[in-house]
């Protein structure tokens, strides 16, 4: 497939924007980019979508997701942030199942994929939410992910004490050694699109010890 009369902005490492450019595809694989009268001559045979008048992007990269909050959108969005934290988002979130956690996360990824963004980081998966079928979902999807699964050995947030939902915290082991495991299982996965990560929980959450062991 042929796309034409694009303005294609490359990100190459000289910035080129290429006008009345093109993409070529063939599969999954982007194959070439360039200007539209030599693509054209070169993939005479193949299907055409003319974009005249569109710009052709690399893939967005979004730095910052959590998948499980999909789900939760707009509660208590009056709040401060620890209330909105602590007196919301924690609490349903600490009441998670593995079903919600892939549910939210399939949502959470066709937004994603509508809007243009093809990588994202998920900074703390929570074991509750159910890693195997959130991994699934990215697999099942074509997104590219980078997923750290929480790893805490304090049950508390900064200076906030007693303020996680029993549901939300982890002892240490579980913690750490069950990221361990979605490494062994997921790290790689589905054409190398999944990477799997350590993600030490909030400040006050994660002690110095830890912080070394996992390094």
């Known amino acids: 497939m042929l796309f034409t009369n694009a303005t294609v902005v490359t990100m190459n490492p ?116 159910g890693f195997n079928g959130i991994a699934q979902a990215v697999e099942e999807s074509g997104i590219r992910a980078c997923l750290a699964g929480i790893v805490m050995d304090i049950g508390t947030y900064a200076t906030q004490t007693n303020s996680m939902h029993p549901g939300m915290i982890e002892d240490r082991e579980t913690s750490l050694l069950g990221v361990l495991d979605m490494h062994s299982k997921w790290e790689d996965a589905a054409c190398e699109r999944i990477h799997v990560w350590f993600g030490p929980r909030t400040p006050g959450g994660v002690t110095s010890e830890l912080y070394r062991e996992m390094s």
């Not at 996360?105 to 980081?121: Q, V």
Request: hydrophobic share 45%.
């Open 14 to 129: 000289t910035r080129d924007i290429i006008t009345n450019g093109a993409v070529a595809v063939q599969g999954n694989r982007i194959v070439a980019v360039g200007k539209a009268d030599v693509l054209q001559r070169q993939y005479d045979g193949d299907e055409r979508v003319d974009v005249q008048g569109k710009l052709i992007i690399p893939g967005l990269i979004d730095t910052h997701v959590h998948l499980a909050q999909a789900l939760i959108r707009g509660c208590a969005d009056d709040m401060a942030l620890i209330e909105w934290l602590c007196d919301r988002v924690w609490v349903l979130q600490g009441n998670f199942t593995e079903d919600d956690g892939y549910v939210s996360a399939r949502l959470c990824i066709a937004e994603m994929l509508k809007s243009g963004t093809t990588t994202f980081l998920e900074s703390m998966l929570a074991h509750r939410y």
